[in-house]
């Protein structure tokens, strides 16, 4: 059973930068995709980041392209994604996201994952 646990959301001003973490209970953690999706009310949940195993390859939404940063750290398990420049478009629920490997074609869709963590509150006002 893999378990993730996002931290690190919170109220920031526009322009602003938060740095979200996700810490995860899986083994070998370097054989998960991860990813960082966020919904905001009312809305559909959208993909923001991913990355594979040992972070060779990268993916980000264009919307968050040149302003947010996925990266992971192998031995500590852990996912983040530090978002600068922020917008309050950029509000929502953030959502840590893990599947076995890594498929290019397809990072972007949510049934593609197979772990979701509980989610971290980003709030950023204008």
């Known amino acids: 059973q893999v378990q993730l646990v996002e931290s690190g959301g919170g109220l920031v001003q526009a322009g602003g930068s938060l740095r979200l973490s996700c810490a995860a209970s899986v083994r070998p953690f370097s054989s998960y995709g991860l990813g960082w999706f966020r919904q905001a009310p009312g809305k559909e949940r959208e993909f923001v980041a991913a990355i594979s195993g040992f972070g060779g390859t990268i993916h980000y939404a264009d919307s968050v392209k040149g302003r947010f940063t996925i990266s992971r750290d192998n031995a500590k398990k852990t996912l983040y994604l530090q978002m600068n420049s922020l917008k309050p478009e950029d509000t929502a629920m953030y959502y840590c996201?893990?599947?076995?490997?890594?498929?290019?074609?397809?990072?972007?869709?949510?049934?593609?994952?197979?772990?979701w963590g509980q989610g971290t509150q980003v709030t950023v006002s204008s």
């Open positions: 996201t893990a599947r076995r490997g890594f498929n290019t074609d397809s990072v972007s869709r949510a049934y593609d994952y197979d772990s």
